[in-house]
Protein backbone atom coordinates (compact mmCIF):
# COMPACT_ATOMS: atom_id res chain seq x y z
CA UNK A 1 0.00 0.00 0.00
CA UNK A 2 3.13 2.23 0.34
CA UNK A 3 4.02 1.90 -3.04
CA UNK A 4 0.21 3.12 -4.22
CA UNK A 5 0.55 6.25 -1.88
CA UNK A 6 4.03 7.16 -2.74
CA UNK A 7 2.67 7.14 -6.95
CA UNK A 8 -0.15 9.22 -6.08
CA UNK A 9 2.30 11.49 -4.39
CA UNK A 10 4.56 11.92 -7.50
CA UNK A 11 1.12 12.65 -9.49
CA UNK A 12 0.55 15.61 -7.03
CA UNK A 13 -2.78 14.56 -5.58
CA UNK A 14 -4.28 16.28 -2.80
CA UNK A 15 -4.54 14.59 0.86
CA UNK A 16 -8.37 13.40 0.99
CA UNK A 17 -10.78 12.38 3.68
CA UNK A 18 -11.04 8.78 5.05
CA UNK A 19 -12.43 6.04 2.16
CA UNK A 20 -15.98 6.39 2.18
CA UNK A 21 -18.47 3.25 0.33
CA UNK A 22 -22.08 2.81 0.96
CA UNK A 23 -24.16 2.10 3.19
CA UNK A 24 -21.35 2.94 5.90
CA UNK A 25 -18.04 3.69 6.24
CA UNK A 26 -15.39 0.93 6.12
CA UNK A 27 -12.10 2.42 6.71
CA UNK A 28 -9.42 0.24 8.50
CA UNK A 29 -10.07 1.98 12.40
CA UNK A 30 -13.76 0.84 12.49
CA UNK A 31 -15.91 -2.85 12.70
CA UNK A 32 -17.15 -2.33 9.54
CA UNK A 33 -15.21 -4.61 6.54
CA UNK A 34 -14.47 -2.87 3.31
CA UNK A 35 -16.77 -5.10 0.66
CA UNK A 36 -14.65 -7.57 -0.96
CA UNK A 37 -12.25 -6.69 -3.80
CA UNK A 38 -11.63 -2.50 -1.68
CA UNK A 39 -8.93 -2.20 0.50
CA UNK A 40 -8.79 1.18 2.16
CA UNK A 41 -6.20 3.53 3.71
CA UNK A 42 -5.19 6.68 4.84
CA UNK A 43 -8.36 8.27 1.77
CA UNK A 44 -7.11 5.75 -0.93
CA UNK A 45 -9.32 2.63 -2.04
CA UNK A 46 -8.19 0.05 -4.12
CA UNK A 47 -10.49 -1.85 -6.45
CA UNK A 48 -9.45 -5.32 -7.33
CA UNK A 49 -11.12 -8.87 -8.25
CA UNK A 50 -14.98 -9.44 -8.31
CA UNK A 51 -17.43 -6.82 -6.55
CA UNK A 52 -20.75 -8.34 -5.71
CA UNK A 53 -21.87 -5.65 -3.08
CA UNK A 54 -23.41 -2.50 -4.18
CA UNK A 55 -21.08 0.90 -3.60
CA UNK A 56 -20.48 3.64 -4.19
CA UNK A 57 -17.38 5.93 -5.41
CA UNK A 58 -16.93 9.11 -3.53
CA UNK A 59 -15.36 12.37 -5.22
CA UNK A 60 -13.06 13.29 -1.70
CA UNK A 61 -11.07 9.72 -2.68
CA UNK A 62 -8.38 8.26 -4.59
CA UNK A 63 -9.73 4.87 -6.57
CA UNK A 64 -7.25 2.59 -7.93
CA UNK A 65 -8.19 -0.12 -10.33
CA UNK A 66 -5.67 -2.76 -9.82
CA UNK A 67 -5.80 -5.30 -12.44
CA UNK A 68 -9.36 -6.35 -13.83
CA UNK A 69 -11.76 -5.09 -11.48
CA UNK A 70 -15.48 -7.16 -12.15
CA UNK A 71 -18.55 -5.47 -11.01
CA UNK A 72 -21.26 -8.09 -10.15
CA UNK A 73 -20.79 -12.09 -11.04
CA UNK A 74 -22.37 -12.06 -14.24
CA UNK A 75 -25.82 -13.35 -12.02
CA UNK A 76 -26.92 -10.96 -9.63
CA UNK A 77 -27.33 -6.90 -9.66
CA UNK A 78 -24.34 -5.77 -8.53
CA UNK A 79 -24.31 -1.69 -8.55
CA UNK A 80 -21.02 0.81 -8.64
CA UNK A 81 -22.62 4.47 -8.14
CA UNK A 82 -19.98 7.12 -8.74
CA UNK A 83 -20.38 10.67 -7.29
CA UNK A 84 -19.66 14.11 -10.06
CA UNK A 85 -16.03 14.49 -9.67
CA UNK A 86 -14.65 11.88 -8.63
CA UNK A 87 -11.37 9.79 -9.88
CA UNK A 88 -10.26 6.71 -11.08
CA UNK A 89 -6.80 5.32 -11.50
CA UNK A 90 -6.50 2.73 -13.46
CA UNK A 91 -2.77 1.03 -12.54
CA UNK A 92 -0.36 1.25 -14.96
CA UNK A 93 1.55 -1.93 -13.63
CA UNK A 94 -1.29 -4.30 -13.22
CA UNK A 95 -3.43 -2.92 -16.57
CA UNK A 96 -6.35 -1.98 -14.28
CA UNK A 97 -9.49 -2.18 -16.11
CA UNK A 98 -13.01 -1.38 -14.89
CA UNK A 99 -15.58 -4.69 -16.29
CA UNK A 100 -19.13 -4.34 -15.45
CA UNK A 101 -20.90 -7.76 -15.78
CA UNK A 102 -24.43 -8.58 -17.26
CA UNK A 103 -26.90 -7.82 -14.92
CA UNK A 104 -25.05 -4.92 -12.73
CA UNK A 105 -25.13 -1.47 -13.12
CA UNK A 106 -22.70 1.44 -13.31
CA UNK A 107 -24.20 4.93 -12.44
CA UNK A 108 -21.73 7.18 -13.05
CA UNK A 109 -23.48 10.45 -13.71
CA UNK A 110 -20.91 13.45 -13.66
CA UNK A 111 -21.86 17.18 -14.90
CA UNK A 112 -20.57 19.22 -17.15
CA UNK A 113 -18.77 21.59 -14.24
CA UNK A 114 -17.62 18.14 -12.17
CA UNK A 115 -16.92 15.24 -14.63
CA UNK A 116 -16.22 12.01 -13.67
CA UNK A 117 -12.89 10.90 -14.77
CA UNK A 118 -10.98 7.31 -15.69
CA UNK A 119 -7.29 8.10 -15.66
CA UNK A 120 -3.88 6.49 -16.03
CA UNK A 121 -2.22 5.98 -12.46
CA UNK A 122 1.16 7.88 -13.89
CA UNK A 123 2.26 11.57 -13.20
CA UNK A 124 0.89 13.84 -15.41
CA UNK A 125 3.46 14.11 -18.08
CA UNK A 126 4.32 10.87 -17.75
CA UNK A 127 1.11 9.50 -19.08
CA UNK A 128 0.91 7.74 -22.49
CA UNK A 129 -1.51 5.67 -24.89
CA UNK A 130 -2.65 1.89 -23.14
CA UNK A 131 -1.40 2.92 -19.52
CA UNK A 132 -4.14 1.06 -18.36
CA UNK A 133 -7.28 -1.01 -19.40
CA UNK A 134 -10.32 0.74 -20.20
CA UNK A 135 -13.94 0.37 -19.34
CA UNK A 136 -15.76 -2.16 -20.52
CA UNK A 137 -19.49 -2.74 -19.91
CA UNK A 138 -21.28 -6.73 -20.59
CA UNK A 139 -24.84 -6.24 -21.90
CA UNK A 140 -27.30 -9.13 -22.48
CA UNK A 141 -28.80 -7.40 -25.66
CA UNK A 142 -28.10 -9.60 -28.87
CA UNK A 143 -25.06 -10.29 -30.39
CA UNK A 144 -24.10 -12.68 -33.73
CA UNK A 145 -21.88 -15.19 -34.57
CA UNK A 146 -23.29 -18.12 -32.58
CA UNK A 147 -25.01 -21.18 -34.07
CA UNK A 148 -27.45 -21.53 -31.20
CA UNK A 149 -29.72 -18.90 -29.80
CA UNK A 150 -29.49 -16.52 -27.82
CA UNK A 151 -26.24 -15.76 -28.71
CA UNK A 152 -23.33 -15.06 -26.05
CA UNK A 153 -19.47 -14.42 -26.85
CA UNK A 154 -16.84 -13.79 -24.18
CA UNK A 155 -14.90 -10.11 -24.35
CA UNK A 156 -11.30 -10.15 -25.42
CA UNK A 157 -8.60 -9.17 -22.83
CA UNK A 158 -10.43 -12.12 -20.87
CA UNK A 159 -13.43 -8.95 -20.20
CA UNK A 160 -16.19 -11.70 -18.96
CA UNK A 161 -19.53 -13.11 -21.32
CA UNK A 162 -22.32 -10.37 -23.01
CA UNK A 163 -25.14 -11.20 -25.16
CA UNK A 164 -28.33 -12.75 -24.90
CA UNK A 165 -31.79 -12.01 -25.92
CA UNK A 166 -32.84 -8.34 -24.17
CA UNK A 167 -32.71 -5.19 -26.55
CA UNK A 168 -34.16 -3.02 -23.64
CA UNK A 169 -31.40 -4.22 -21.46
CA UNK A 170 -30.43 -1.71 -18.68
CA UNK A 171 -26.52 -1.66 -18.12
CA UNK A 172 -27.04 2.11 -15.98
CA UNK A 173 -25.34 5.22 -17.23
CA UNK A 174 -22.23 7.41 -18.09
CA UNK A 175 -22.53 11.06 -18.55
CA UNK A 176 -20.14 13.49 -18.89
CA UNK A 177 -17.31 10.74 -18.13
CA UNK A 178 -14.11 11.16 -18.99
CA UNK A 179 -11.88 8.09 -20.31
CA UNK A 180 -7.92 8.63 -20.49
CA UNK A 181 -4.80 7.15 -21.83
CA UNK A 182 -6.67 3.93 -21.60
CA UNK A 183 -6.83 0.78 -24.16
CA UNK A 184 -4.32 -2.05 -24.15
CA UNK A 185 -2.64 -4.35 -27.04
CA UNK A 186 -2.61 -7.85 -25.07
CA UNK A 187 -1.93 -9.56 -28.16
CA UNK A 188 -2.91 -9.38 -31.85
CA UNK A 189 -6.59 -9.19 -32.07
CA UNK A 190 -6.76 -9.53 -28.88
CA UNK A 191 -7.26 -5.90 -27.44
CA UNK A 192 -8.62 -3.31 -25.02
CA UNK A 193 -10.41 -0.17 -26.06
CA UNK A 194 -11.41 2.84 -24.10
CA UNK A 195 -14.71 2.25 -23.83
CA UNK A 196 -16.03 -1.17 -25.01
CA UNK A 197 -19.76 -1.81 -25.35
CA UNK A 198 -20.41 -5.52 -25.30
CA UNK A 199 -23.82 -6.75 -25.96
CA UNK A 200 -25.20 -3.63 -24.01
CA UNK A 201 -29.02 -3.28 -24.26
CA UNK A 202 -30.71 0.48 -25.32
CA UNK A 203 -31.92 0.85 -21.83
CA UNK A 204 -28.03 2.05 -20.99
CA UNK A 205 -27.73 5.51 -20.94
CA UNK A 206 -24.64 6.86 -22.87
CA UNK A 207 -24.28 10.62 -23.58
CA UNK A 208 -21.52 13.58 -22.98
CA UNK A 209 -18.33 11.16 -22.96
CA UNK A 210 -15.03 12.00 -24.11
CA UNK A 211 -12.37 9.50 -24.57
CA UNK A 212 -8.96 10.63 -24.99
CA UNK A 213 -5.61 9.08 -25.78
CA UNK A 214 -6.79 5.48 -26.13
CA UNK A 215 -4.38 2.93 -27.41
CA UNK A 216 -6.88 1.06 -29.19
CA UNK A 217 -10.39 1.76 -30.33
CA UNK A 218 -11.48 4.60 -29.20
CA UNK A 219 -15.35 3.04 -28.67
CA UNK A 220 -16.21 -0.01 -29.98
CA UNK A 221 -19.90 -1.20 -29.92
CA UNK A 222 -19.59 -5.67 -29.84
CA UNK A 223 -23.41 -6.19 -31.06
CA UNK A 224 -25.75 -4.93 -28.88
CA UNK A 225 -28.81 -2.43 -29.33
CA UNK A 226 -26.86 0.71 -27.12
CA UNK A 227 -28.14 4.12 -28.05
CA UNK A 228 -25.24 7.17 -27.17
CA UNK A 229 -25.31 10.90 -27.60
CA UNK A 230 -22.52 13.54 -27.64
CA UNK A 231 -19.22 11.03 -27.81
CA UNK A 232 -15.87 12.58 -28.26
CA UNK A 233 -12.81 10.61 -29.56
CA UNK A 234 -9.52 12.68 -29.29
CA UNK A 235 -5.70 11.18 -30.35
CA UNK A 236 -6.73 7.76 -30.59
CA UNK A 237 -4.04 5.03 -31.88
CA UNK A 238 -6.71 3.15 -33.98
CA UNK A 239 -9.93 3.26 -34.82
CA UNK A 240 -11.95 6.01 -33.27
CA UNK A 241 -15.64 4.47 -33.81
CA UNK A 242 -15.64 0.41 -34.50
CA UNK A 243 -18.78 -1.79 -34.64
CA UNK A 244 -18.84 -5.42 -35.14
CA UNK A 245 -21.08 -8.69 -34.52
CA UNK A 246 -24.53 -7.10 -34.99
CA UNK A 247 -24.69 -3.85 -33.65
CA UNK A 248 -28.47 -2.15 -33.75
CA UNK A 249 -28.23 0.92 -31.94
CA UNK A 250 -28.17 4.41 -32.99
CA UNK A 251 -25.93 7.81 -32.11
CA UNK A 252 -26.29 11.19 -32.43
CA UNK A 253 -23.69 14.10 -32.15
CA UNK A 254 -20.53 11.90 -32.37
CA UNK A 255 -16.64 13.98 -32.92
CA UNK A 256 -13.79 11.97 -33.44
CA UNK A 257 -10.07 13.91 -34.31
CA UNK A 258 -7.34 12.40 -35.01
CA UNK A 259 -3.61 13.25 -33.91
CA UNK A 260 -0.48 13.36 -36.02
CA UNK A 261 1.49 10.78 -34.51
CA UNK A 262 -0.70 7.56 -34.53
CA UNK A 263 -4.71 6.39 -35.68
CA UNK A 264 -6.37 4.32 -38.32
CA UNK A 265 -9.66 5.14 -39.29
CA UNK A 266 -12.75 7.39 -38.41
CA UNK A 267 -15.22 4.20 -38.99
CA UNK A 268 -14.27 1.01 -38.91
CA UNK A 269 -17.86 -1.00 -39.36
CA UNK A 270 -18.29 -4.63 -39.78
CA UNK A 271 -20.61 -7.42 -39.13
CA UNK A 272 -18.97 -10.35 -38.54
CA UNK A 273 -15.63 -11.05 -40.14
CA UNK A 274 -16.49 -15.01 -40.05
CA UNK A 275 -19.64 -14.96 -41.40
CA UNK A 276 -21.06 -11.74 -43.10
CA UNK A 277 -24.31 -12.14 -43.71
CA UNK A 278 -24.50 -13.61 -39.39
CA UNK A 279 -27.60 -12.56 -38.29
CA UNK A 280 -28.49 -10.07 -35.96
CA UNK A 281 -26.87 -7.63 -38.69
CA UNK A 282 -25.25 -4.74 -37.98
CA UNK A 283 -27.26 -2.41 -38.79
CA UNK A 284 -27.03 1.45 -36.61
CA UNK A 285 -28.40 4.42 -37.85
CA UNK A 286 -26.35 7.64 -36.97
CA UNK A 287 -27.00 11.23 -37.47
CA UNK A 288 -24.65 13.87 -37.02
CA UNK A 289 -21.03 13.11 -36.93
CA UNK A 290 -17.56 14.70 -37.89
CA UNK A 291 -14.37 12.93 -38.73
CA UNK A 292 -11.59 14.74 -38.81
CA UNK A 293 -8.03 13.36 -39.98
CA UNK A 294 -4.70 15.01 -40.01
CA UNK A 295 -4.23 15.75 -44.02
CA UNK A 296 -0.86 14.58 -45.22
CA UNK A 297 -0.21 12.12 -41.92
CA UNK A 298 0.89 8.33 -42.80
CA UNK A 299 -1.06 8.01 -39.37
CA UNK A 300 -4.29 9.48 -41.20
CA UNK A 301 -5.94 6.70 -42.76
CA UNK A 302 -9.77 6.26 -43.99
CA UNK A 303 -12.73 8.77 -42.80
CA UNK A 304 -15.29 5.53 -43.36
CA UNK A 305 -14.77 1.77 -43.73
CA UNK A 306 -17.86 0.12 -44.35
CA UNK A 307 -16.91 -3.96 -45.26
CA UNK A 308 -17.78 -7.48 -43.79
CA UNK A 309 -21.65 -6.87 -44.81
CA UNK A 310 -22.72 -4.39 -42.41
CA UNK A 311 -25.41 -2.09 -43.17
CA UNK A 312 -25.59 1.50 -41.93
CA UNK A 313 -27.76 4.70 -42.24
CA UNK A 314 -25.83 7.29 -41.88
CA UNK A 315 -26.95 10.97 -42.16
CA UNK A 316 -25.40 14.30 -41.56
CA UNK A 317 -21.72 13.42 -41.76
CA UNK A 318 -18.77 15.58 -42.19
CA UNK A 319 -15.45 13.55 -43.21
CA UNK A 320 -12.34 15.38 -43.54
CA UNK A 321 -8.66 15.72 -43.99
CA UNK A 322 -8.02 11.44 -44.00
CA UNK A 323 -4.85 10.82 -45.41
CA UNK A 324 -5.98 7.74 -47.76
CA UNK A 325 -9.37 7.85 -48.85
CA UNK A 326 -12.59 9.44 -47.47
CA UNK A 327 -14.61 6.37 -47.46
CA UNK A 328 -14.03 2.78 -48.87
CA UNK A 329 -16.72 0.04 -48.94
CA UNK A 330 -15.60 -3.82 -49.25
CA UNK A 331 -16.45 -6.94 -49.87
CA UNK A 332 -19.45 -8.48 -51.64
CA UNK A 333 -21.89 -8.48 -48.95
CA UNK A 334 -21.67 -5.09 -47.90
CA UNK A 335 -22.16 -3.93 -51.19
CA UNK A 336 -25.38 -5.94 -51.50
CA UNK A 337 -26.75 -4.46 -48.70
CA UNK A 338 -26.87 -0.97 -50.87
CA UNK A 339 -28.16 -1.69 -54.55
CA UNK A 340 -30.44 -4.60 -54.99
CA UNK A 341 -29.59 -6.72 -58.56
CA UNK A 342 -31.75 -4.18 -60.29
CA UNK A 343 -29.21 -1.76 -59.37
CA UNK A 344 -31.63 0.36 -57.08
CA UNK A 345 -30.29 1.17 -53.73
CA UNK A 346 -32.01 -1.04 -50.40
CA UNK A 347 -31.97 1.51 -48.12
CA UNK A 348 -29.92 -0.94 -45.80
CA UNK A 349 -26.49 1.01 -46.48
CA UNK A 350 -27.49 4.68 -46.59
CA UNK A 351 -24.93 7.61 -46.83
CA UNK A 352 -26.49 11.11 -46.94
CA UNK A 353 -26.90 14.90 -46.60
CA UNK A 354 -22.96 14.63 -46.24
CA UNK A 355 -19.37 16.08 -46.80
CA UNK A 356 -16.23 14.66 -48.44
CA UNK A 357 -13.45 16.36 -48.53
CA UNK A 358 -9.69 14.66 -48.47
CA UNK A 359 -7.58 14.59 -50.90
CA UNK A 360 -8.36 11.32 -52.63
CA UNK A 361 -12.27 10.89 -51.95
CA UNK A 362 -13.14 6.97 -52.05
CA UNK A 363 -11.43 4.01 -52.98
CA UNK A 364 -12.48 2.86 -56.24
CA UNK A 365 -11.30 -1.07 -56.75
CA UNK A 366 -12.29 -3.07 -59.87
CA UNK A 367 -13.78 -5.93 -58.02
CA UNK A 368 -16.30 -3.71 -56.13
CA UNK A 369 -19.62 -4.21 -57.28
CA UNK A 370 -20.40 -0.75 -58.08
CA UNK A 371 -18.41 2.59 -57.97
CA UNK A 372 -18.61 4.15 -54.65
CA UNK A 373 -18.52 7.66 -56.18
CA UNK A 374 -21.56 6.60 -57.83
CA UNK A 375 -23.28 4.98 -54.58
CA UNK A 376 -22.63 8.78 -52.89
CA UNK A 377 -23.54 11.21 -55.68
CA UNK A 378 -26.24 8.89 -57.51
CA UNK A 379 -28.06 6.60 -55.47
CA UNK A 380 -28.20 8.67 -52.43
CA UNK A 381 -29.51 12.18 -51.58
CA UNK A 382 -27.70 15.58 -50.56
CA UNK A 383 -23.74 14.58 -50.28
CA UNK A 384 -21.55 16.94 -51.31
CA UNK A 385 -17.67 16.76 -52.20
CA UNK A 386 -15.87 20.12 -51.07
CA UNK A 387 -14.49 21.40 -47.49
CA UNK A 388 -17.40 21.93 -45.15
CA UNK A 389 -15.99 24.90 -43.83
CA UNK A 390 -15.29 24.56 -39.98
CA UNK A 391 -14.02 27.15 -37.82
CA UNK A 392 -10.90 24.93 -36.43
CA UNK A 393 -10.91 21.35 -36.93
CA UNK A 394 -7.52 21.22 -37.61
CA UNK A 395 -5.64 23.78 -35.14
CA UNK A 396 -3.86 23.07 -31.39
CA UNK A 397 -7.37 24.89 -29.96
CA UNK A 398 -9.60 22.79 -32.25
CA UNK A 399 -13.14 23.89 -33.26
CA UNK A 400 -15.88 21.60 -35.24
CA UNK A 401 -18.33 23.67 -35.26
CA UNK A 402 -19.30 25.40 -39.23
CA UNK A 403 -18.18 28.31 -39.50
CA UNK A 404 -20.14 31.46 -41.44
CA UNK A 405 -21.28 30.79 -44.27
CA UNK A 406 -20.59 27.30 -44.04
CA UNK A 407 -23.14 25.25 -45.83
CA UNK A 408 -23.28 22.68 -42.73
CA UNK A 409 -24.84 25.34 -41.00
CA UNK A 410 -28.39 24.06 -42.64
CA UNK A 411 -29.96 21.79 -44.27
CA UNK A 412 -30.10 18.17 -41.92
CA UNK A 413 -32.34 15.53 -42.58
CA UNK A 414 -32.48 13.54 -39.50
CA UNK A 415 -34.03 10.45 -39.51
CA UNK A 416 -37.98 10.40 -37.93
CA UNK A 417 -37.18 8.54 -34.89
CA UNK A 418 -37.79 9.26 -31.12
CA UNK A 419 -34.32 8.74 -30.11
CA UNK A 420 -32.88 11.66 -32.15
CA UNK A 421 -32.61 15.84 -31.50
CA UNK A 422 -33.70 17.25 -35.06
CA UNK A 423 -31.30 19.77 -35.72
CA UNK A 424 -30.92 21.40 -38.88
CA UNK A 425 -26.46 21.53 -38.69
CA UNK A 426 -24.76 18.87 -40.36
CA UNK A 427 -21.67 17.79 -38.49
CA UNK A 428 -21.25 16.74 -34.84
CA UNK A 429 -21.70 20.06 -33.18
CA UNK A 430 -24.01 22.76 -32.78
CA UNK A 431 -22.81 26.19 -34.14
CA UNK A 432 -24.30 27.73 -31.01
CA UNK A 433 -24.00 25.40 -28.29
CA UNK A 434 -20.28 24.08 -28.12
CA UNK A 435 -20.80 20.74 -26.43
CA UNK A 436 -17.09 20.11 -26.18
CA UNK A 437 -16.04 23.05 -24.36
CA UNK A 438 -15.24 23.01 -20.85
CA UNK A 439 -15.22 19.44 -19.45
CA UNK A 440 -12.90 17.61 -21.72
CA UNK A 441 -9.22 17.43 -22.64
CA UNK A 442 -6.46 18.04 -25.47
CA UNK A 443 -3.35 17.46 -23.80
CA UNK A 444 -0.74 14.79 -25.07
CA UNK A 445 0.43 13.56 -21.81
Known amino acids: MR ?13 VTACQTQPQDPGPDTDTPSPDGVECEEGFCVLSGTITESLT ?60 VFTSSKAEGERARGDWGGVIINGRAPVNGCDESPCESFGEGGTGFYGADQDDDNSGTLKYVRIEFAGSLISPDNELNGLALQGVGRGTVLDYIQIHMGA ?112 DIDHDETFANAVDEQGQPTGDLVIANSYFDCETLYDEEAEDLFAISEFVNDLNEGNVEESPNLEAPYGDTPDFRPASGSGALTGAVVPDVAFFDQVDFKGGVDPLNDWTVGWTIDVRN
Open 3 to 15: RLLSTFAMAALVA
Open 216 to 327: DDCIEFFGGTAEAKHILCTGTADDNLDWTDGWQGKLQFFVARQYDDAGDNGIEADNNGEDNTALPRSHPILSNITLVGVPGSDASDIGMLIREGTAAEIHNALVLGWGEVCL
Open 57 to 116: LTADTAWLLRGGVFIGDDANETVLTIEPGTVVYGESSTRGMLVVTRGSKIEAEGTADNPI
